[in-house]
């Protein structure tokens, strides 16, 4: 049956995939045929997730390098699986009860009750984002999908695994090493959730508030001379005599819980006032001066309030200066000061209690504006400023978060961190693009404790049990835990483990670890971790940092860390710009292969790709061009019977040079792939696919399938098409898959051939190379020369040969039919060029076009000149707007990058315009 026209992408990807699951060609191990192994990790993505361009661009990148190894014949694992996500899958499943109004809420149901929900979520819904993979082509081995909550207490029977148990074991293990510790610090708190969140979870929003300035009274009737005028140099001229300081705060409900206010050690204006006391408005707490570079001479007053239970930099402050924190909110960030003896201490009585009967209980914004009522109506409040600062919000809940001291789980990472600064020093891992490794070592360098623990349900819940006394055990199971307490009834830790403590064991923990698995001691250390470069330090650190203190070995020899996907402009997608492109869809529309081959063409390393559908578009032209050209072999009999084994003993010329190209790019992009230059074999690809082969070697075919020499061509045209798809297949895999199977009945499918390891120095013919390369050169030169000086295009021209050695003479005598074909040329003669000709300059020779009574030479260069004036005053703009430090250093980063692109294009622009006038010059 004769091929379809076209390639239809919907209709056939999802069958073709079912073809490799049907043959189970994904699994670990499929395809080997050497002792080397290759395992590469998927990053997991959320159980609550879907795909989006980073989860598209990150599974193309594993993939080809997972398919490219498993046609190696390596012994291949691509481990898939999902994280348990704490905070957004209790958030989901919250919602899902919320829309029936019969249901009973997480706290009513209780947390056992509330668990069975999650699960039974887990369930029906969890493998969401599994086959969103599938559709995008991911080949993972899906029989061995892992889950970072697997073998926990209530997973169903049919959640194979045992993370749960890897999780806690090392949890265990770690707090005996002490390691592991419960401390009092402060942490990035949400109130909606009432749980701490790792950074991570935090997202800076830029918001339109206010600066509020506040009086505080200098204690024992010290003053204070203020500057109040100053000269036109900036010298003070005029001064006051103050009885109190101004700071400065975008917090006034934090000021209940301010135990200091530090000044620069050398400002001057308060070098008397360091050790002295100021008065706190409102509970009268006298809170000390304090000297610390923290405080900026040049900003503002230079005072400030320091409330090291609800800052994280004046918690700094207060450690360096041995200040109290006082902790004055709940977990619902409402102010929390009845019964706390913290705040009470060191404060007027009366003060307190009528501070309890304003602001006890009160929502942190109502008591802000109470504080501010109070401070305006009783003379403390210096004045407001409008105020346009960051503040961090909780990036599921949406509600500003709220430094918090409170107790949490913590590992002493500085005990843990050395070997993995080494492994990365002393080149055992490595970490790609190079630049980053300064970010995994600055991180690890000034690394602060690990806060592990979580106030939430859905998670692996601390194994540690208190007793009656508030003694902890530490056990992997409550019956262990009671016998080291002599048999006492316990009550185990509420809380549960930081998703990023079980995801940090995902290497060993999917390979079965703590069991010596088969699978841990072939895989184990990976090859290739791919990640995002947003969690260097979140999660490839901390992998290192566990896996060398649990295992004593690297996870992986290298990390590949790719940019960002944006779009078009250069700007990051998010849904408030409206710009965000949504694989699926693209998928729908383009075709999986296109989606996959756009990304990869454009992921150079340390660069952020800009994605638009014209270029996505652009690639499925590239899909339709391999499909016509094996539909132009197909209606010249090429596929007829079984395809003779081996390479072609060829002898013509045209396809002696093409089984050298062929070579050529095996070697490019083996190379490629090797160096993770994902798009320098993409390009490589496209360069030969649709440049040799479609272009010009379908062209040479054409007068070669007829006569003694017509075998000998379709046996290199099958062969070389053939190469085309096992080459293409790590990229395109579905068309490349499908054409494998319409043009040959084949002992086995594409994903399972035999990658090539022919050489160049094998196959490459250098006579063969050198004479086509010629005869694509001259072709192409004519091309541009007739293009640049608008010859219609339709016109056959005479050509002259004005000098040419005997190897251009030869080269041209064997392909003079093809090269007047494709160049439009009729005829050629030997002699001088004349006068109102344009010269073709190539190896060994030189040729002549007459243009006279061609083209309005005048005309043509009149038009010319006219768009290069315009052309450079555009040029000029855009040099000047570069030029201008204030431009580059404040525009947006995509509007500077659109700049300078714009540039770029229009001085390639020009450059084609100038050497178009320059050839028009030769004619006169």
């Known amino acids: ?79 898939p699986g999902q994280d348990h996500a704490g905070i957004a899958t209790q958030m989901v499943v919250e919602r899902e009860l919320a829309k029936d ?91 909606h959730f009432e749980t701490a969140i790792s950074d991570l979870e935090v997202e800076q929003v830029e918001v339109q508030g206010s600066l509020w300035r506040l009086r505080y009274k200098l204690a024992d009737g010290l003053t204070t001379r203020h500057e109040v005028a100053w000269d036109e140099d900036g010298n003070p001229t005029e001064w006051e005599e103050r009885d109190y300081l101004v700071v400065a705060t975008t917090r006034p409900e934090t000021m209940l819980g301010d135990t200091g206010v530090a000044v620069h050690p050398e400002d001057p204006r308060y070098q008397h006032l360091i050790g002295k006391e100021v008065i706190l408005p409102l509970c009268g707490r006298r809170i000390p001066i304090v000297a610390d570079e923290y405080a900026d001479p040049t900003k503002g007053t230079g005072a400030v309030k320091i409330t090291p239970a609800h800052d994280f930099n004046d918690w700094g402050v207060g450690q360096r200066q041995g200040l109290r924190a006082i902790n004055v909110m709940d977990t619902r960030a409402a102010m929390a000061i009845r019964d706390n003896a913290d705040f009470a201490e060191g404060c007027d009585a009366d003060l307190v209690a009528k501070c309890i009967e304003m602001f006890h209980g009160r929502d942190r914004y109502e008591a802000r504006d109470a504080i501010v009522t109070e401070a305006r109506d009783n003379g403390w409040l210096d004045g407001i400023d409008a105020d346009k600062h960051m503040v961090p919000h909780g990036d599921r809940s949406k509600v500003a978060i709220e430094p918090f001291l409170t107790d949490q789980w913590f590992v002493d990472t500085a005990k843990i961190v050395g070997p993995a600064i080494d492994a990365v020093r002393q080149g055992k891992t490595k970490i790609l693009p190079e630049q980053h490794e300064k970010v995994y070592f600055h991180w690890l360098e000034n690394i602060e404790p690990w806060c592990i623990s979580r106030q939430l349900w859905w998670g692996h819940q601390i194994p540690v049990w208190y007793d009656d006394e508030g003694n902890a055990y530490c056990a992997a199971t409550e019956e262990e835990a009671r016998a080291q307490a002599g048999g006492k009834a316990l009550t185990r830790d509420p809380d549960v483990l930081d998703t990023w403590f079980s995801s940090g064991l995902w290497p060993i923990g999917t390979l079965g670890w703590p069991e010596e698995t088969p699978e841990l001691q072939k895989y184990f250390p990976t090859d290739v971790l791919i990640t995002g470069f947003d969690i260097i330090f979140f999660w490839v650190a901390r992998m290192m940092m566990m896996q060398l203190a649990v295992v004593n070995q690297i996870p992986f020899h290298t990390v590949y860390v790719h940019a960002l996907v944006r779009d078009e402009k250069g700007k990051k997608m998010s849904k408030s710009l409206g710009n965000v492109l949504d694989p699926l869809d693209l998928i729908d529309e383009f075709g999986a292969d296109a989606v996959r081959f756009t990304l990869t063409s454009m992921a150079a390393m340390g660069r952020d790709l800009k994605l638009s559908t014209s270029r996505i578009a652009g690639y499925r032209n590239f899909g339709t061009k391999i499909w016509n050209a094996t539909r132009f072999a197909e209606m010249n009999h090429v596929f007829n019977g079984k395809a003779e084994p081996g390479i072609p003993a060829a002898t013509h010329t045209v396809n002696r040079w093409i089984i050298g190209e062929t070579a050529r790019v095996r070697e490019a992009v083996d190379a490629a792939l090797a160096d993770y230059r994902f798009n320098d074999a993409a390009n490589a690809l496209y360069g030969f696919v649709w440049g040799k082969v479609c272009d010009w070697y379908v062209e040479f075919s054409k007068p070669l399938m007829d006569g003694e020499l017509a075998h000998e061509t379709r046996a290199t045209m099958r062969w070389v098409l053939d190469q085309c798809y096992i080459l293409l297949h790590p990229f395109m895999p579905f068309i490349t898959e499908e054409l494998w199977g319409l043009t040959d009945d084949r002992a086995k499918l594409l994903v399972h051939a035999d990658w090539p390891a022919y050489t160049v120095r094998e196959l490459l013919d250098p006579d063969a190379d050198r004479e086509m390369n010629w005869v694509i050169g001259l072709i192409e030169e004519i091309r541009s020369a007739r293009a640049q000086v608008h010859v219609p295009v339709g016109l056959k021209l005479p050509i002259i040969e004005v000098s040419l050695d005997a190897r251009g003479k030869d080269a041209w005598s064997r392909n003079a039919a093809l090269i007047e074909r494709l160049a439009r040329i009729e005829g050629k003669t030997e002699g001088a060029a004349p006068k109102g000709a344009i010269s073709i300059a190539v190896e060994g020779g030189l040729f002549a076009i007459p243009l006279e009574g061609v083209i309005d030479v005048a005309e043509e260069k009149a038009r010319l000149a006219k768009t290069l004036e315009k052309l450079d005053k555009d040029l000029n703009g855009l040099r000047g707007r570069l030029a201008n430090p204030k431009f580059v250093e404040s525009a947006p980063e995509e509007v500077v990058d659109e700049t300078r692109e714009k540039l770029d294009l229009g001085e390639e622009e020009a450059g084609k315009i100038r050497a178009a006038l320059a050839r028009l010059a030769e004619v006169g």
Request: aromatic share 12%.
């Open 1 to 79: 049956m004769p091929m379809e026209k076209t390639f239809d992408a919907g209709a056939a990807e999802a069958r073709i995939y079912g073809l490799w699951e049907e043959a189970n060609a994904f699994a670990a191990g499929a395809n080997a045929s050497r002792d080397e192994t290759f395992c590469i990790m998927i990053p997991p993505p959320n159980v609550t997730g879907s795909l989006h361009m980073g989860h598209a661009f990150n599974n193309t990148l594993q993939d080809i390098l997972t398919r490219w190894h498993r046609m190696r014949g390596f012994d291949t694992l691509w481990q």
């Open 101 to 191: 109004k019969s249901n009973q809420t997480r706290r009513e149901m209780g947390r056992e009750k509330f668990l069975e929900k999650v699960w039974e979520w887990k369930g029906k819904s969890g493998g969401t984002i599994i086959n969103q993979l599938k559709r995008l082509g991911a080949s993972c081995d899906w029989s061995r999908n892992a889950f970072t909550m697997s073998g926990a207490p209530g997973a169903p029977a049919s959640d194979e695994g045992n993370f749960h148990d890897a999780v806690i074991k090392v949890f265990v293990d770690l707090y005996n090493k002490g390691f592991i510790y419960r401390g009092k610090r402060l942490v990035n708190w949400d109130p």
